[in-house]
C-alpha cells in the first residue's frame, strides 16, 4: 500500500462533505467495556484489579490508553468503541475473540441473555459514550467511498482478524492523524458471520486532553456485566 500517493487534503474535504456519515456517530450510543479480576459486589465505584494495567476505578476509567490494536498509534492514546454492546463484547472479551467463526446462537446469544458465564473469574463493566460534535473522522466501512476510491488495497488488512496486518493499518492510523484526522469507523471482524448485527467499530485519537474532554461525554453507564 503507497499512502505516500494518497492526496490527504482531498480525502478530508471529501469526508467532510459526506451528511449521512456524520449522522451515524454524532450523538449515537459508542460502547467501552472492561474487564477486571471477579470482587463481588463488583462496585463499579470502587476501586478494582483489572486482568491488565494497574488497579483503579471502573466507572473513571479513561478509555484511552497506549495500544497495540488494529489503528493503534506508535506511543500515543487511542480509544476503541462499538455501537452495538453485542459487538463490543466479541471485541473485547478474549473468549469471543477467538471464536469469530463460531454461530451466534451456540455461543454469543446465550451471554447476551445471561445464560452463559465464558470466564466467572473476571467481571466487566460497561460505559456508554456519545460524540457531541462533529470532528474528521474517516470512514473506512466496507462499501464507504474512501475504502473504495482511495484505499482499495487495504480492504485485505481491515477485513481480516490476523493481528499480522497490524503493520499496515497502523501505518495508514499514523498518516491519517498526521493529517489532522480524529479518528476511522470500520467494522467488526470479530462478530460471528450469522449474526443479524451490522454495527461498526470507531478508534478515535487523542489529540488534546480538552479537546476530547469537550468532544467525548459520558451519556449514561448503561450495566455492567458478569462474564
Known amino acids: 500500500m503507497n499512502i505516500e500517493k494518497i492526496n490527504f487534503n482531498d480525502l478530508k474535504k471529501e469526508s ?3 451528511e449521512s456519515i456524520k449522522r451515524q456517530y454524532i450523538r449515537n450510543d459508542w460502547w467501552n467495556l472492561s474487564i477486571y479480576k471477579n470482587n463481588p459486589p463488583n462496585d463499579p465505584t ?6 491488565r494495567g494497574k488497579p483503579g476505578i471502573p466507572w473513571e476509567k479513561d478509555p484511552f490508553s497506549i495500544k497495540d490494536c488494529r489503528f493503534s498509534l ?23 475473540r477467538d471464536k469469530y467463526n463460531d454461530s451466534w446462537e451456540e455461543f454469543l446469544k446465550p451471554y447476551l441473555e445471561g ?15 456519545a460524540l457531541y460534535e462533529y470532528i474528521d473522522i474517516l470512514d473506512l466501512r466496507l462499501g ?5 476510491n482511495y484505499f482499495p488495497e487495504i480492504k485485505q488488512h481491515i477485513t ?34 450469522d449474526s443479524a448485527f451490522s454495527g461498526c467499530n470507531l478508534v ?3 489529540r488534546k486532553l ?18
Open 74 to 96: 506508535k506511543n500515543k492514546p487511542v480509544a476503541y468503541f462499538s455501537n452495538e454492546f453485542a459487538i463490543a463484547s466479541c471485541e473485547t472479551i478474549k473468549q469471543f
Open 160 to 193: 481480516s482478524p490476523d493481528i499480522k496486518v497490524y503493520q499496515y493499518t497502523q501505518d495508514l492510523s499514523e498518516k491519517l492523524y498526521e493529517h489532522g484526522f480524529n479518528g476511522i469507523l470500520y467494522n467488526s471482524v470479530r462478530m460471528p458471520s
Open 46 to 51: 470502587k476501586k478494582q484489579i483489572p486482568l
Open 204 to 206: 478515535l485519537f487523542k
Open 144 to 148: 464507504s467511498n474512501a475504502l473504495s
Open 115 to 129: 445464560i452463559t458465564n465464558p470466564h466467572p473469574d473476571s467481571y466487566c463493566y460497561s460505559l456508554n459514550y
Open 16 to 18: 467532510n462533505t459526506i
Open 210 to 227: 480538552k479537546l476530547i474532554d469537550n468532544i467525548l461525554k459520558v451519556l449514561e453507564t448503561r450495566q455492567s456485566l458478569e462474564l
